[in-house]
């Protein structure tokens, strides 16, 4: 990563068109959200409460009640409906409104249009053209409240038929879904956000949520495609070549490796797949801690002498680098931790790059190289190349990198960043200061449920350290080195 790469039409096209694809849901619920609920112990009991006032109902009263006495038959199925009648301050409220009850315009429909009008239900198609006007349809929306009226959650239902055989199927499955996300969310002291997984470089101890899908593409050559397996499970795919053109120009492989140039043009590249699990929930006193491993092949390094220093223990003045013309294999083992106060989230963590292979490697390793940082002892090492007069090792001996993170969560669409990989000594440290921004839709067009959709934008610089070189030709004090970066991912909730 030596410079800022610009985005492509293609690139950008391509993405767009995937987001869009991917972006379907399917079933009757087209949307549904619940915040973190740890700081509301009235979270514990929902009722089902009347519309609410200040909503725009339409359809008629017992459609209304139905989709009510649906819901809170499925509250009490799942062990959430309050038992003291709606005393308050001891619940949530769940309010209703039924936007659209569209009678249909014949009787009964025929078993071919009863399968297509289930078809374009479950695609997200309800009510579309003529025969979809015809079949009937109704679309509910129903909103989570807190005591002080803050709104917590949200869920949407659509379906094609005749509302008043619809409504109670409605309600119940509105309450079923609402009741999941609520069990779920009781502890969680943050709302959940696209993209909170990760900061810049570092993870934080989040996962993505079961079934959530993200596609993202750091500095056009770091790409990944990332899934939620269960709501502590995640898995990720990471590809990508990164050229470093140069001494001490930086670059980024797998889950945050950072790999430096020692000497001469390098080209890395890399796979990763890893696995992710968060091991213990956020609690108001308890940090959330997730660990995770990775297989990490690197290969197609370098030009002639030229190496790749791997950060890690010694890496700053001296430290272990890959030769030119190898693939080598990695076992990354991370664990991190992290907490939230209020907007602010702080982490901590640390990697472990292990070389006990068991893909085929190529790889030789030497002993010495540097990149553009200090030796500890005040003078520069310079870019110290993988030359033939270092030590050449069988195996790269196993290194630890901790780092360290915070964000600080602005709005609903912003928040700022902050993460560094933390080495002895402290100049040698590489931190990063980014921004982010959330972009997205508020309602489902057609069956594409945009509404679904966050696109996550970053935009954030690099520092390196360099200290003071008095004897060169061009003696200078100790400076930070700024780099670019940029990334964007899709993620479909």
């Given at each position: 990563?030596?410079?800022?790469?610009?985005?492509?039409?293609?690139?950008?096209?391509?993405?767009?068109?995937?987001?869009?694809?991917?972006?379907?849901?399917?079933?009757?619920?087209?949307?549904?959200?619940?915040?973190?609920?740890?700081?509301?112990?009235?979270?514990?009991?929902?009722?089902?409460?009347?519309?609410?006032?200040?909503?725009?109902?339409?359809?008629?009263?017992?459609?209304?009640?139905?989709?009510?006495?649906?819901?809170?038959?499925?509250?009490?199925?799942?062990?959430?409906?309050?038992?003291?009648?709606?005393?308050?301050?001891?619940?949530?409220?769940?309010?209703?409104?039924?936007?659209?009850?569209?009678?249909?315009?014949?009787?009964?429909?025929?078993?071919?249009?009863?399968?297509?009008?289930?078809?374009?239900?479950?695609?997200?198609?309800?009510?579309?053209?003529?025969?979809?006007?015809?079949?009937?349809?109704?679309?509910?929306e129903g909103r989570l409240y807190t005591t002080d009226r803050r709104e917590v959650g949200y869920?949407?239902?659509?379906?094609?038929?005749?509302?008043?055989?619809?409504?109670?199927?409605?309600?119940?499955?509105?309450?079923?879904?609402?009741?999941?996300?609520?069990?779920?969310?009781?502890?969680?002291?943050?709302?959940?956000?696209?993209?909170?997984?990760?900061?810049?470089?570092?993870?934080?101890?989040?996962?993505?949520?079961?079934?959530?899908?993200?596609?993202?593409?750091?500095?056009?050559?770091?790409?990944?495609?990332?899934?939620?397996?269960?709501?502590?499970?995640?898995?990720?795919?990471?590809?990508?070549?990164?050229?470093?053109?140069?001494?001490?120009?930086?670059?980024?492989?797998?889950?945050?490796?950072?790999?430096?140039?020692?000497?001469?043009?390098?080209?890395?590249?890399?796979?990763?797949?890893?696995?992710?699990?968060?091991?213990?929930?956020?609690?108001?006193?308890?940090?959330?801690?997730?660990?995770?491993?990775?297989?990490?092949?690197?290969?197609?390094?370098?030009?002639?002498?030229?190496?790749?220093?791997?950060?890690?223990?010694?890496?700053?003045?001296?430290?272990?680098?890959?030769?030119?013309?190898?693939?080598?294999?990695?076992?990354?083992?991370?664990?991190?931790?992290?907490?939230?106060?209020?907007?602010?989230?702080?982490?901590?963590?640390?990697?472990?790059?292990?070389?006990?292979?068991?893909?085929?490697?190529?790889?030789?390793?030497?002993?010495?190289?540097?990149?553009?940082?200090?030796?500890?002892?005040?003078?520069?090492?310079?870019?110290?190349?993988?030359?033939?007069?270092?030590?050449?090792?069988?195996?790269?001996?196993?290194?630890?990198?901790?780092?360290?993170?915070?964000?600080?969560?602005?709005?609903?669409?912003?928040?700022?960043?902050?993460?560094?990989?933390?080495?002895?000594?402290?100049?040698?440290?590489?931190?990063?200061?980014?921004?982010?921004?959330?972009?997205?839709?508020?309602?489902?067009?057609?069956?594409?449920?945009?509404?679904?959709?966050?696109?996550?934008?970053?935009?954030?610089?690099?520092?390196?350290?360099?200290?003071?070189?008095?004897?060169?030709?061009?003696?200078?004090?100790?400076?930070?080195?700024?780099?670019?970066?940029?990334?964007?991912?899709?993620?479909?909730?």
């Amino acid at each position: 990563m030596s410079k800022m790469q610009g985005a492509t039409w293609p690139a950008a096209s391509a993405l767009a068109l995937v987001s869009m694809v991917a972006g379907c849901a399917v079933g009757s619920v087209r949307q549904a959200r619940v915040a973190g609920l740890a700081r509301y112990p009235e979270a514990a009991a929902i009722i089902v409460g009347a519309p609410d006032g200040n909503a725009s109902v339409t359809g008629d009263a017992p459609v209304s009640a139905q989709v009510a006495t649906g819901a809170q038959r499925a509250l009490a199925a799942a062990g959430v409906a309050s038992d003291r009648g709606g005393a308050p301050g001891d619940h949530l409220t769940l309010r209703f409104v039924v936007i659209e009850a569209i009678a249909p315009a014949a009787p009964g429909l025929e078993a071919t249009d009863r399968a297509l009008s289930r078809a374009r239900s479950w695609i997200g198609l309800a009510g579309a053209g003529d025969a979809g006007t015809a079949a009937g349809r109704l679309a509910v929306e129903g909103r989570l409240y807190t005591t002080d009226r803050r709104e917590v959650g949200y869920v949407r239902w659509e379906r094609e038929g005749a509302p008043e055989t619809l409504a109670a199927e409605a309600g119940e499955e509105s309450g079923n879904t609402l009741a999941r996300l609520v069990a779920e969310r009781r502890r969680d002291t943050a709302d959940r956000r696209a993209g909170d997984e990760r900061l810049l470089l570092t993870p934080t101890p989040l996962t993505l949520e079961a079934g959530e899908f993200v596609v993202s593409d750091d500095e056009l050559l770091l790409a990944r495609i990332g899934a939620g397996l269960s709501r502590r499970v995640q898995i990720d795919f990471w590809a990508g070549g990164l050229p470093i053109p140069g001494a001490g120009a930086v670059g980024a492989a797998g889950p945050g490796i950072i790999g430096v140039g020692a000497a001469g043009a390098v080209v890395l590249g890399f796979f990763d797949l890893g696995l992710k699990v968060r091991v213990l929930d956020e609690t108001r006193v308890l940090p959330a801690i997730a660990v995770a491993y990775d297989l990490l092949d690197v290969f197609g390094l370098g030009a002639g002498g030229a190496g790749v220093v791997l950060f890690g223990n010694g890496a700053g003045g001296g430290g272990f680098g890959v030769v030119a013309g190898a693939n080598a294999q990695f076992n990354v083992l991370t664990a991190v931790a992290g907490k939230h106060f209020g907007p602010v989230q702080v982490t901590a963590g640390t990697y472990v790059l292990d070389n006990h292979h068991y893909l085929p490697q190529s790889a030789a390793f030497q002993a010495g190289c540097g990149g553009a940082a200090t030796d500890g002892a005040g003078a520069s090492a310079g870019a110290i190349p993988c030359g033939s007069s270092y030590a050449r090792l069988g195996r790269l001996p196993t290194q630890v990198q901790p780092f360290a993170g915070a964000e600080v969560v602005l709005g609903r669409r912003s928040a700022i960043m902050v993460d560094a990989l933390v080495r002895e000594p402290i100049e040698s440290s590489i931190a990063t200061t980014g921004v982010r921004w959330l972009l997205g839709w508020s309602r489902p067009r057609g069956f594409l449920a945009l509404d679904r959709v966050r696109v996550r934008l970053d935009l954030a610089v690099v520092w390196l350290f360099e200290g003071a070189d008095r004897a060169s030709s061009m003696p200078h004090g100790a400076r930070a080195l700024p780099l670019p970066w940029a990334g964007v991912g899709f993620y479909f909730l």
